[in-house]
């Protein structure tokens, strides 16, 4: 996530100074606790989370765990990774539903923090789980706010109840309240109050948020903040907790690019779980909030889980199975691979999803250089085709190319550049019908990172019977050499283990199969 960015790489350079130290002196673990503190304090995370954090890593970095461990630098990024768990909440908190609908969810924050956005895609997300919201539009104060919600809910797909015209007009106590007994009476099993903010906190703010919240009894009341703002967060957190009590945060906004220490702050200052972040505009722009997955992003290390889930999401099971079965029998064509285009696209940004792999952290540039419109451009070409061609793509003469290119207002060049990817997807496809390990760019064969089969048949064979030079010097100097390679660490930056951190060529093959490389 951009919020985190700065962060992110303070904390990567940090540990990969670490990496060259067999074992870490008690100067060494001051050294590396005083540059994680400065990379803290510039990301606006509040001082005193600052000050308890540091001081537990520092005492379990200085502790028989590190001493022991066989790779000290390792051990002190697990242990940096499990305090910043913990300051972001330890486990996810789900939302709690009332035994008896309809489950009531009051929103509270600033005026500006997102609590409109957020409640559409509240609203859309709980809908796709089966439940039957109601946004409740009790911010009458702001300009339009009612207005803007009843867009929201149009894009949502949302029923929602908004009976004053806003503006300074009508009572948001009381649309509050027949908002819930309306939903009681409609039987809509969740309902979402979206209620007024100010610019800052105020009494007056205070009262109606109060106000509101006894006359609905909300089963939980979120308060949304912006993640942008730094040090006020923690201020304006402990405002509403005293003034109005809130039961879980929603951070929005975490796809900016500002420091993000309100993310770092908020759960540990109020003792209250972050339960969903914002990360983008869309309404599919919304997760649920895991303290592991958020310290491993932060820290570099990926989020393969939430990426698995959103393929999860995103992919038709019963689909994906016609699917393999007809790769078992018959031949993958150009009509499939748009179908898995399309299925791809469902899943959101190309380029959120890379940056959940472990390492991308290094390759921001590249990520920032990914063309996503590349995708349409491929998609767009293949529907200039005919149903024959796309089955068959072997017919495809100049002639052929030269009026697919026209329709699609493409080249021929990107034509033939798309037929030849193909292709080499189409084989792949091929070898996993059959039970077989594909090779992907960088990756070598499934299972086996980092290395193709060819390599790691000669790797084993050079390993096991060293270098066969006849120069006896030549020989010492390859086998020295061989050595040095062989105990190099791999994986991610600061020397974790695992899958290597994919390369340039890596992600330049990637982009090569969805469009113009």
């Known amino acids: 996530m951009a919020t985190f960015g700065t962060l992110s790489d303070r904390l990567t350079e940090t540990f990969r100074n670490l990496r060259t130290k067999g074992k870490l002196t008690p100067a060494d673990v001051d050294g590396t606790v005083r540059e994680i503190r400065r990379a803290l304090l510039d990301a606006d995370v509040a001082l005193v989370v600052v000050k308890d954090f540091t001081a537990k890593v520092r005492e379990r970095a200085l502790g028989d765990e590190v001493n022991k461990a066989l790779n000290p630098a390792q051990q002190v990024v697990q242990i940096v990774n499990e305090e910043l768990v913990a300051i972001l909440g330890g486990e996810q908190r789900r939302l709690e539903f009332a035994k008896n609908p309809p489950t009531v969810i009051m929103l509270a924050g600033l005026q500006g923090s997102g609590k409109t956005t957020f409640?559409?895609?509240?609203?859309?997300?709980?809908?796709?789980?089966?439940?039957?919201?109601l946004l409740v539009a009790a911010d009458l104060q702001r300009p339009n706010a009612v207005n803007q919600l009843q867009v929201v809910a149009e894009?949502?797909?949302a029923t929602i109840f908004a009976p004053e015209p806003g503006n300074?007009?009508?009572?948001?106590?009381?649309?509050?309240?027949?908002?819930?007994?309306?939903?009681?009476?409609?039987?809509?099993?969740?309902?979402?109050i979206d209620t007024a903010g100010r610019l800052g906190?105020?009494?007056?703010?205070?009262?109606?948020?109060?106000?509101?919240?006894?006359?609905?009894?909300?089963?939980?009341?979120?308060?949304?903040?912006?993640?942008?703002?730094?040090?006020?967060?923690?201020?304006?957190?402990?405002?509403?907790?005293?003034?109005?009590d809130f039961t879980g945060v929603v951070l929005s906004k975490l796809d900016g690019d500002a420091r993000g220490g309100a993310a770092l702050s908020v759960a540990s200052v109020t003792g209250r779980p972050i339960i969903f972040a914002s990360t983008g505009e869309n309404l599919e722009d919304l997760e649920p909030f895991h303290p592991d997955r958020m310290a491993s992003r932060i820290l570099d290390l990926g989020d393969i889980l939430t990426l698995i889930e959103q393929a999860q999401q995103a992919f038709d099971e019963e689909e994906a199975m016609k699917m393999a079965e007809k790769l078992a029998?018959?031949?993958?064509?150009?009509?499939?691979?748009?179908?898995?285009?399309?299925?791809?696209?469902k899943m959101g940004s190309m380029k959120k999803m890379l940056g959940m792999l472990p390492g991308m952290g290094q390759m921001k540039q590249q990520l920032e250089d990914f063309d996503e419109r590349e995708i349409d451009r491929t998609e767009a070409i293949i529907r200039s085709m005919t149903p024959g061609e796309r089955r068959n793509p072997k017919i495809l003469n100049g002639s052929r190319r030269l009026r697919i290119a026209k329709g699609s207002g493409m080249t021929v060049t990107d034509v033939n550049q798309l037929v030849q990817r193909f292709e080499q997807a189409a084989k792949m496809m091929k070898t996993v019908a059959r039970g077989g390990t594909p090779n992907i760019p960088g990756m070598g064969p499934m299972g086996k990172p980092g290395a193709s089969s060819?390599?790691?048949?000669?790797?084993?064979?050079?390993?096991?019977?060293?270098?066969?030079?006849?120069?006896?010097?030549?020989?010492?100097?390859?086998?020295?050499?061989?050595?040095?390679?062989?105990?190099?660490?791999?994986?991610?930056?600061?020397?974790?283990?695992?899958?290597?951190?994919?390369?340039?060529?890596?992600?330049?093959?990637?982009?090569?199969?969805?469009?113009?490389?």
């Open 119 to 133: 409640a559409g895609k509240l609203a859309k997300q709980l809908e796709g789980e089966g439940h039957t919201p």
């Open 155 to 157: 894009r949502a797909r």
């Open 168 to 192: 300074g007009v009508g009572d948001p106590v009381r649309v509050s309240k027949d908002g819930v007994d309306y939903a009681r009476r409609h039987q809509h099993d969740v309902v979402i």
């Open 201 to 244: 906190v105020d009494a007056e703010l205070m009262k109606q948020a109060s106000d509101i919240r006894k006359a609905t009894s909300p089963d939980e009341v979120l308060f949304v903040i912006d993640a942008m703002i730094g040090q006020d967060a923690v201020n304006t957190a402990k405002a509403f907790q005293d003034g109005v």
């Open 329 to 345: 029998n018959e031949a993958f064509t150009l009509e499939d691979f748009l179908e898995q285009l399309q299925q791809m696209k």
């Open 454 to 517: 060819k390599r790691g048949k000669k790797g084993a064979k050079a390993k096991s019977g060293g270098s066969r030079s006849g120069n006896p010097a030549k020989r010492a100097a390859e086998n020295a050499g061989r050595a040095t390679s062989n105990a190099a660490p791999t994986g991610t930056g600061f020397g974790l283990g695992g899958q290597k951190a994919p390369s340039e060529a890596d992600l330049a093959e990637i982009q090569k199969l969805f469009g113009k490389g």
